[in-house]
Nanobody
Framework: QVQLVESGGGLVQAGGSLRLSCVAS????????MDWYRQAPGKQRELVAT?????ARFTISRNNAKNTVYLQMNSLKPEDTAVYYC?????????????WGQGTQVTVSS
């Protein structure tokens, strides 16, 4: 069974920074896209970052040897408050599936 586990969320003041991590584990053959999404209360889930496209103030990076993707978030604003989810296309043997993590809460206070 494959799973993604996010960490690094928390409470931060406006203007601060956080670094989120997401580790994939399990019976993994290959990992293709690893992306970050977020969902604020009462809003739809939205894409935050892919390797080829990232929102301003954010940086995404990967450590393929560790099956890990990071999201560095700088100059955080209260509107960045959301649950942040990691998502990846992961191959297990012959099958590739889109896997989601459980999410990590980011709260930015004003």
């Amino acid at each position: 069974q494959v799973q993604l586990v996010e960490s690094g969320g928390g409470l931060v003041q406006a203007g601060g920074s956080l670094r989120l991590s997401c580790v994939a584990s399990g019976n993994i053959s290959s990992i293709y896209a690893m992306d970050w999404y977020r969902q604020a209360p009462g809003k739809q889930r939205e894409l935050v970052a892919t390797i080829s496209s990232v929102r301003a103030r954010f940086t995404i990076s990967r450590n393929n040897a560790k099956n890990t993707v990071y999201l560095q978030m700088n100059s955080l604003k209260p509107e960045d408050t959301a649950v942040y989810y990691c998502s990846a296309d992961i191959a297990t043997g012959w099958r590739t599936s889109r896997i989601w993590g459980q999410g990590t809460q980011v709260t930015v206070s004003s």
